[in-house]
């Protein structure tokens, strides 16, 4: 197909938020290709300024209704950083728990609701439902226990409420967290069945080299602590401390979208489950690594397409870390008061999407006058228009419009981007005279 | 003695917590009925995804959330799941990851044949009510639904569709 046209795909479904996806083509070749968000700003940012930095955690989880305990955990570690408090290895244990709950919610509902239908055939869960219910439901079972994680810690697995900076307001009841641990020990077979389930689909086997960032510690899995492994294209790796992010990730504003562009020396670059496997991959747990190893996957991995192997692969590892925290569990002191201090503080954990960057300025009272944060889908943004420009070069454009249409939708659910968070910035610029 | 679960869908805020606060009443209502045949459940969600984690063992389903719509006077519409919406609405596949309506969760339980045999979905217009509604107008909803319920709503085997009107307050 060399006819010139152009794709306008108005309202992208089954991704979280509004944008679009604007593609012309002329001789065969993409001529102009913009991923518009157009979702209005929300302001979070301007509307935490004023406030004590003990309500900031549950403000900023209502940013995101399906990772709520990533903008709590960065946040409460930005304070932390700032009041030079250190959490006690129980409150990092039950952090982790914390956190593993959101994995596992989110991924599992990527996976099943939203990418899945893409590689079956179907136009939605409700259909792929029909010729595939046991695969569901099993996806359904996994997404409820990530939120009964969540719920154990933060009292409701929607907008959870029971983190605090220095902890968590309660530690939860033994006899409660036995029950909850007898509930997972059975999930972890079932997201093994989900690894291999994924892994037999058949996926576009597309390399393409590109620069990707996720947290790393040296010394397991990183969901809430670490520095900043970039692994660039020359194969070479540089660690960044999470303080230090301004002066190598520059946000920028383009005009077809409402959301930052977020770039790395002015390099698009990923962040993600593909990331954070590709650099941390040695640190899963042996169950883990024997199916990797069984199933013949190597990584790092530059086919995007296995994003939702690599999503399945940390629903496995989030359950193994869970049912570990879960068995090692007594309750200890929760939380603790904070000596407050004016200054800047810096936090960045792993959201299911990718590195969720806060900073906060306080004054001595612990007012907040000055917030900024960088979640995974401005981050991701420049990248996805990357990969739809190579993919859709080598593997969809000389098939018809509706085809290149279906890739190009499915390239950009592949990155579950989350529009609704990437759009609660809006710089404005003001000149008076 | 089977199982009717009242699900009211919502949130803490404004007019979402509308269909939370009449499934309360209701519940009330028709626990104080004591010839009314079923054993009554009731849970809140403010996802209507997780309702599909609780529906085994549930023969009658009786979901309460808010809605708007043009009248400008409290009403609430009741639409058995699926046939009247089928005809109705259609399929609604509006699906994110942060957001399942109602009715795209109802038919996904359809299809993984999770659906109690009878489904009734009760619509009340949140543009209308405030904080400032009295608490009689949510009582009266309440018992107008009860009334609905007890009159025969819930006992139409799913092959008696039969069109409802709205109930208006």
């Known amino acids: ?433 | 003695m089977s199982t009717l679960l009242i699900a009211g869908i919502g949130s803490y805020n404004e007019g979402d917590q509308w269909g939370w606060r009449v499934a309360r009443l209701l519940k009330k209502i028709l626990n104080a009925q004591l010839q009314f045949p079923f054993n009554i459940a009731l849970k809140c969600y403010r996802s209507p995804m997780v309702l599909l984690n609780d529906l085994s063992g549930v023969e009658r389903l009786v979901c309460l959330d808010a809605f708007v719509s043009n009248a400008d006077f409290p009403e609430v519409v009741s639409m058995r799941f699926p046939e009247e919406w089928a005809v109705q609405r259609g399929v609604d596949d509006k699906i994110s990851s942060h957001q399942m309506s109602l009715p795209a969760a109802l038919h996904l339980a359809q299809s993984l044949q999770m659906l109690p045999d009878c489904v009734i979905i009760y619509g009340i217009n949140a543009d209308i009510l405030s904080k400032a509604t009295p608490t009689a107008m949510f009582r009266n909803m309440a018992k107008q639904i009860a009334t609905d319920l007890t009159k025969g709503h819930c006992y139409i085997t799913p092959s008696l569709t039969r069109q409802r009107a709205s109930v208006n307050f």
């Not at chain 1, 399906?66 to 409460?76: D, E, F, G, K, L």
């Not at chain 1, 810096?346 to 900024?372: I, K, M, N």
Request: one cysteine or more; a negative charge; glycine letters at 6%.
């Open chain 1, 1 to 433: 197909m060399t006819d010139d046209y152009s794709i306008h795909i108005h309202a992208l479904t089954r991704v979280e938020g509004e944008g679009a996806l604007r593609l012309d083509i002329a001789q065969g070749k993409i001529t102009a290709l913009q991923l518009s968000i157009y979702e209005p700003p929300r302001l979070f940012e301007k509307t935490v300024v004023g406030r004590r930095f003990d309500e900031i955690p549950d403000m900023v989880a209502r940013i995101c209704g399906i990772c709520p305990v990533a903008y709590q955990m960065s946040a409460v570690q930005a304070f932390e950083n700032l009041f030079q408090y250190t959490p006690t290895p129980w409150i990092n244990a039950m952090r982790r728990l914390y956190y593993c709950g959101e994995w596992i919610e989110s991924h599992a509902l990527h996976i099943h609701l939203l990418a899945l239908p893409d590689y079956l055939g179907f136009t939605n869960v409700i259909a792929m439902a029909e010729r595939h219910p046991a695969e569901v439901r099993r996806g359904l079972a996994l997404q409820h226990i990530g939120n009964e994680i969540i719920a154990l810690l933060g009292g409701r697995s929607v907008n959870p409420v029971g983190a605090c900076v220095g902890g968590f307001y309660q530690a939860p009841q033994p006899a409660k967290v036995e029950e909850l641990r007898l509930k997972v020990l059975p999930l972890i077979e079932e997201a093994e069945k989900l690894v291999r389930w994924v892994a037999d689909l058949a996926m576009p086997q597309q390399q393409h080299k590109f620069i990707y960032a996720a947290l790393h510690n040296g010394l397991e899995y990183p969901l809430c602590d670490g520095t900043i492994r970039v692994s660039e294209a020359n194969n070479t790796t540089q660690d960044i401390v999470i303080s230090e992010f301004e002066q190598h990730f520059k946000e920028q504003q383009v005009a077809y979208s409402t959301a930052l562009h977020c770039l790395y020396h002015g390099q698009d670059y990923l962040v993600g489950p593909l990331a954070r496997l590709n650099i941390n991959h040695t640190y899963l747990p042996e169950r883990v690594q024997l199916i990797i190893a069984e199933l013949g996957l190597e990584f790092p991995s530059y086919n995007m397409f296995q994003s939702m192997l690599a999503r399945a692969l940390e629903i496995l590892f989030a359950l193994i870390e869970s049912e570990k925290i879960l068995s090692a569990y007594t309750p200890a002191t929760s939380h603790y008061p904070m000596t407050l201090r004016a200054g800047r503080g810096f936090g960045c954990t792993e959201a299911p999407r990718g590195l969720l960057w806060h900073s906060y300025t306080c004054d001595e009272l612990g007012l907040v006058s000055h917030c900024r944060i960088v979640p995974p889908t401005s981050q991701n943004q420049a990248r996805i228009e990357a990969d739809l420009k190579f993919a859709l070069a080598h593997i969809a454009l000389q098939q018809d419009r509706a085809a290149v249409t279906q890739t190009a939708e499915k390239i950009i659910r592949n990155y579950d981007p989350c529009i609704s968070c990437a759009t609660h910035f809006l710089r404005l610029e003001i000149n008076r005279p």
